[in-house]
T-cell receptor, first 111, second 112 residues
């Protein structure tokens, strides 16, 4: 079935770049998302990319998609303490209503 | 419109009791979704409405769960005879057609 996998933890120094990686199994996934969840809060859509794109940049965020390897990454430049959160990778097929989420990567920032 | 709202934000109930949650989507979003998120996991899809029609239900949605969207606006999710395994965050999302899903803050359910 459809599955989205990501590493559980990432620790980076403040000011460095963070790179969160994700793999998905369903090659027919059309929309690939990154959501951010802060403690006790709902999910905030950070960015998304269509499967026919390789890269999308939005201010400090860069998404890279390797469709052949079904690999997605999120790079956060100049990581700040406010970036501490859980980041979810997610995928959706064109014809589907539901989004399939990974288990989330907890990003912690070292001073 | 400030976004998707959910009520209550927290609910503590005893095992065997019934609970009902409400979701108010973003105005004019015709699609509404319910997800469940347990500790340390990503959200899992429960059900989806287009206007008032419930078009898809996950096998996670047992007979004790029922969702409605009677007028195509707000939605309710009811859990009957709650069990400890129902303890989770229940998330609602809404979207216009063929667009991103916007999530509410969630209702955290604790079954004691």
């Amino acid at each position: 079935g459809e599955d989205v996998e990501q590493s559980l933890f990432l620790s980076v120094r403040e000011g460095d770049s963070s790179v969160i990686n994700c793999t998905y199994t369903d090659s027919s996934s059309t929309y690939l998302y990154w959501y951010k969840q802060e403690p006790g809060a709902g999910l905030q859509l950070l960015t998304y990319i269509f499967s026919n794109m390789d890269m999308k940049q939005d201010q400090r965020l860069t998404v890279l998609l390797n469709k052949k390897d079904k690999h997605l990454s999120l790079r956060i430049a100049d990581t700040q303490t406010g970036d501490s959160a859980i980041y979810f990778c997610a995928a959706r097929k064109e014809s589907a209503s539901k989004i399939i989420f990974g288990s989330g990567t907890r990003l912690s920032i070292r001073p | 419109d400030t976004g998707v709202s959910q009520d209550p934000r927290h609910k503590i109930t005893k095992r065997g009791q019934n609970v009902t949650f409400r979701c108010d989507p973003i105005s004019e979003h015709n699609r509404l979704y319910w997800y469940r998120q347990t500790l340390g996991q990503g959200p899992e899809f429960l059900t989806y409405f287009q206007n008032e029609a419930q078009l898809e239900k996950s096998r996670l949605l047992s007979d004790r769960f029922s969702a409605e969207r009677p007028k195509g606006s707000f939605s309710t999710l009811e859990i009957q005879r709650t069990e400890q395994g129902d303890s989770a965050m229940y998330l609602c999302a809404s979207s216009p057609p063929s667009d991103e899903q916007y999530f509410g803050p969630g209702t955290r359910l604790t079954v004691t």
